[in-house]
Each structure stands twice: as structure tokens, then as C-alpha cells.
């Protein structure tokens, strides 16, 4: 009986059990729940760290990349450059040499000519060996250019006398007296300065007389005299710095150095060569200063370009702009980095064909694009400075098409010589070329049929004269000038009307097209772009 209560009592607890059970089952899952909201919290906290340290060190690599990046550019840029001076140096070096071995077999078969009047049975082998030359057995490419290069050019005894004597004026009556063999003279002047006991203070005294007697003869153009000593003391400056350079000649290995006296010396010339340059007229070169080509040549080939700012040597360069040796002259004075702002300066300043052979000659067709900048150029050509309800006169006419035909052919040269064909076709210019010159052509014609004939004498023997009237002379044409003169500086362009034709005129005269550089109104040449100077 006891046991059956027991049991029921059991039972009854039952529901009361399973109550204290489900309470404890629901604190143990809400408990349970706590602590795993409490661990994902750490957890996402660390992730989330780490997540941020990532993310730091990969922009830094990505930093460091960027920048290795650049510095491999410019490591690449500088080395294409430097590989590009090297190839020019060896290209120029080759053609050199192959000149000189030109003129090496030129003066052998010269003095063949001269040496034996009465040629025996073999001439050619008997002036070899009175010139002490053995012609090899066997004419492999080899032995004849060994043989070539025994023989090689031989400076003329006079002028390398003049070197060794130190002769300054001897050397510029030399060159000066022979100026119609001067490409001969230029090969031969750099190996007669090795011959030189002072070859930087040959040159040096040698620009004493740049600047001496600077003035203007009675006629108006500069002494002939004066342009023949500086071109000859930049030709001797050009050579000094081709021995510096040369890898042939190895100059610089044979104890001719450039001292500090030299450099001195070098300075107090270039000192004052700056302060003439400041006060001439420049502008009006046209990119042919040959004063300041002088200069820069001068810091160049004497190493003292640092004692000037970049920018105030950058300044000089479009006044050079149309030489040829302008390029080299700036790797020379290590102004390479600051051609991009040169260039923007010439397209500005309305010079665009210079600038597109600098930009060539420094790899920088990129930033300058060429074909733009040619047609921008003749655009700007063909444009009318005038009202567009304003008449223009003939001669104002004449000028335009003038400025227009030789912006035209300079620009078909620079295209032919960058080979720019396929971009911008010259048949369409070529075509304007033959439209401008056959109108020139026909108003010349034109001009010259409505001259008055002159009147052939009376069969009485007198005279033709013109029947007296008080009315004012109303020729349309006016006199025209018996010749040109010889210089730019003479020259005047013809205008259309003279002052004294009476007022009913109604429109200005035609008038001569002249056959040298025609003028603008305010006395001052017309300026064309043309291509490099040679």
C-alpha cells in the first residue's frame, strides 16, 4: 500500500518536475546564448583588425610599386637617350671617317696625277710606291681598308705649321684666304690642333677679335671681315670640342687638359661676350644668331656652363634655333631636361618647324604632335590682319600670298624630311604651290605689259616729246628702281600708291612683286619659317 503511494506521489511530481526542468532548459539556453554573442563579438573585433593591417601593408606595396614603376621609367628614358647620343656620336664618327678616307684616296690619285707626267706600264702601282704606299697582293676588304686607314688624311703642312706656332693671325689670314676649300679646312683643323703645344690657348686667343671693330659700314650691313673672324673662331671652337668627344682621336688622353687659367680665361671672354649679346638686337636673327650660337659654344666646349642659370642659357635658344648644331649643343650644355618648355616657347612664338625638329631630335613627338602643329601653322599663315569689310590693297595682297607660298614649301620640306607623308599628303599643298605661283607669275606679266613702250625717233630727226598739259601726271604705276640692291638691309618694299598721285584715284596702283624678300610697312623684313641652316 505504501508502495502505490509512493508511486502516485512520484507521478504527481511529474508535471511539477518537468516545469523545473523546462525553467532550467530555458535559463541553460539563455545563458548558452549569452556567451556566444560575447565570443562572435572577439571574434569580429579581431577580424576586423586584421581586415585593417591587410588593407595598410597593401597600399603601402602599392605605393612602393607606383614608385618603383617611375624610377624605372626614368632609369629606361635615361638610357634610351644616352644610347641614342652614343648612336649619333658613331654615326657621325663613321661618316667622318669615311670622308676622310674619301679624301685620302682623292689626294693619293691627285698626287698620282701630278707625280708622273709620262705614266709607265703600270701608272697606278708606281704613284703608289712613290708615295711609299704598297698595294697588297691580295685586295681583300680587309687589307684595303687597313690600307686606307695608313694613308689617312694628312693636314696641310701650312696649316698645321700655323698650329704648332701658335700663329693666331696667320690661322684666320689661312682660313680666310681659303674660304672655297672650307669643308676641306673644317676636316683638316681638328687633328692640326693636336699638333698645338696649347690647343685651348690657341682658341682662346684666337676670340680676342670676336667682337673688335662691332660696327655698321656706310652701306648699312655688317663688315664682311668681321662675319668671316666669327665664323672662323666658331668653326675652331666646334673643332676644339669635336677632340674633347672624339673616341678616335682620344684627345683628352694626351696631356692637353683643360687647367684652371683656362677656364679663367674662358670665363672673363664669356662675362663679356654676355654683355654685348644683352645689348643687340637678336630678335631679329630669326633663330640664326650666330653671336649666340658663339656663346653657348663657348660655355660648352670650355666646361663653365654651370656658371649660369639654365633658364638664362634656355633664353638663348630660340635665337639658335634654326642651326643644326643646336641639338648637340644643348646635350652639351646639359639643358635636355628643359626642351619641352624651349619647344612651347617656339610654337608660341610662332616658329613650329624649328620646333618640330627639336622635337625629333629629343623624342618628344608626343607631347608635340607634329601634323597639329603644321596645319595650326598654315591656318594661322592664311589669315587676313585686316577688317573683314576692309578692301585689301594689291601690294597687302602680294604679301600674303608671299607669306603663304614660303610657309608652304617650308612645310612640305618638313614633311618630306620626317617623313610624314603618310599623315599629311603634300599633293593638296603642292597644288596651292602652283596655284600662288602661277598668279604671281601672271600678275608679273601683267604688270610688265602695261608698261609704256618706248617711242623709236621721228624720220625727220626729231625727237618724240609729250605734248605739255597742265594736268598732274596720273601714271598708275610708279618708277620702278634701276636694280635691286644687294642687301636686305637696302631693300624697300614697293607700296601701292605714291604720295604725290592726285586724290581721284580711285584705287591703289599694282605693283612689282620684287625678287628678294618683300617688307612689311614698318620697314622690318618679312620672317618665314624656313628649315635648318646647314
Known amino acids: ?9 512520484l507521478m504527481e511530481s511529474t508535471s511539477s518536475k518537468i516545469q523545473q526542468l523546462q525553467q532550467a532548459f530555458a535559463e541553460l539556453e539563455r545563458q548558452s546564448a549569452v556567451s556566444m554573442n560575447l565570443k562572435w563579438k572577439q571574434l569580429e573585433d579581431h577580424f576586423r583588425g586584421l581586415e585593417q593591417s591587410l588593407k595598410k601593408k597593401f597600399d603601402e606595396l602599392k605605393e612602393q610599386e607606383k614608385e618603383f614603376q617611375e624610377t624605372v621609367a626614368k632609369s629606361e628614358q635615361m638610357l634610351e637617350q644616352r644610347e641614342a647620343a652614343v648612336v649619333a656620336k658613331e654615326l657621325t664618327s663613321l661618316e667622318r671617317l669615311q670622308e676622310k678616307r674619301d679624301a685620302a684616296l682623292a689626294m693619293i690619285f691627285s698626287k698620282s696625277k701630278l707625280s708622273l707626267p709620262v705614266p709607265a706600264i703600270n701608272p697606278m702601282d708606281k704613284a703608289l710606291d712613290n708615295l711609299g ?17 695608313c694613308a689617312a688624311v694628312k693636314p696641310r703642312s701650312e696649316l698645321v705649321s700655323l698650329c704648332e706656332e701658335m700663329n693666331v693671325k696667320g690661322l684666320h689670314k689661312f682660313i680666310s684666304d681659303n674660304r672655297k676649300n672650307l669643308a676641306i679646312i673644317r676636316e683638316e683643323i681638328p687633328s692640326a690642333l693636336q699638333k698645338a703645344s696649347h690647343p685651348y690657348g690657341l682658341v682662346l686667343d684666337s676670340l680676342e677679335d670676336f667682337y673688335a671693330g662691332d660696327n655698321l659700314v656706310l652701306d648699312g650691313k655688317k663688315d664682311g671681315d668681321l662675319l668671316g673672324v666669327r665664323r672662323t673662331c666658331l668653326m675652331l671652337m666646334e673643332s676644339l670640342g669635336q677632340l674633347q668627344t672624339d673616341d678616335i682621336t682620344r684627345f683628352s688622353l694626351e696631356g692637353h687638359m683643360l687647367t684652371t687659367d683656362i677656364k679663367e680665361r674662358a670665363k672673363k671672354i664669356a662675362f663679356e661676350w654676355k654683355s654685348k649679346l644683352d645689348s643687340l638686337d ?3 636673327s630669326n633663330g640664326n644668331c650666330l653671336e649666340a650660337h658663339a656663346f653657348l659654344q663657348l660655355l660648352a666646349t670650355f666646361g663653365i656652363s654651370a656658371e649660369y642659370n639654365d633658364d638664362d642659357l634656355c633664353k638663348l635658344l630660340p635665337y639658335v634655333s634654326r642651326r643644326r648644331q643646336t641639338p648637340e649643343l644643348c646635350r652639351l650644355l646639359g639643358l635636355s631636361q628643359k626642351m619641352p618648355g624651349v619647344i612651347g616657347v617656339l610654337v608660341e612664338s610662332g616658329k613650329p ?9 629629343f623624342e618628344l613627338t608626343e607631347q608635340f604632335e607634329p601634323v597639329q602643329l603644321l596645319k595650326a601653322y598654315l591656318r594661322d599663315v592664311k589669315k587676313v590682319p585686316h577688317a573683314k569689310n576692309a578692301k585689301i590693297s594689291p601690294g597687302a595682297q602680294n604679301e600674303m600670298n608671299e607669306r603663304e607660298l614660303s610657309a608652304l614649301k617650308a612645310v612640305i620640306k618638313c614633311i618630306e624630311e620626317h617623313k610624314l607623308e603618310e599623315q599629311y599628303p603634300v599633293d593638296p599643298l603642292q597644288k596651292r604651290v602652283l596655284q600662288l605661283e602661277k598668279a604671281k607669275a601672271d600678275k608679273r606679266r601683267a604688270v610688265e605689259a602695261a608698261k609704256p613702250q618706248s617711242k623709236r625717233p621721228r624720220a625727220n630727226g626729231s625727237a618724240f616729246a609729250p605734248r605739255a598739259t597742265g594736268f598732274a601726271d596720273k601714271s598708275f604705276y610708279p618708277a620702278t628702281p634701276e636694280r635691286l640692291p644687294s642687301y636686305p638691309y637696302e631693300r624697300q618694299f614697293v607700296y601701292g600708291a605714291e604720295a604725290h598721285h592726285p586724290p581721284m584715284m580711285s584705287s591703289a596702283p599694282y605693283t612689282i612683286q620684287p625678287a628678294h624678300t618683300p617688307y612689311y610697312g614698318n620697314g622690318y623684313p618679312v620672317q618665314y619659317q624656313v628649315p635648318y641652316i646647314h
Open 1 to 9: 500500500m505504501s508502495d502505490l503511494e509512493s508511486v502516485a506521489a
Open 133 to 149: 704606299v704598297k698595294w697588297p697582293k691580295l685586295a681583300s676588304e680587309e687589307s684595303v681598308r687597313l690600307q686606307v686607314d
Open 282 to 284: 637678336i630678335d631679329a
Open 353 to 361: 618647324i624649328d620646333a618640330i625638329n627639336l622635337a625629333y631630335a
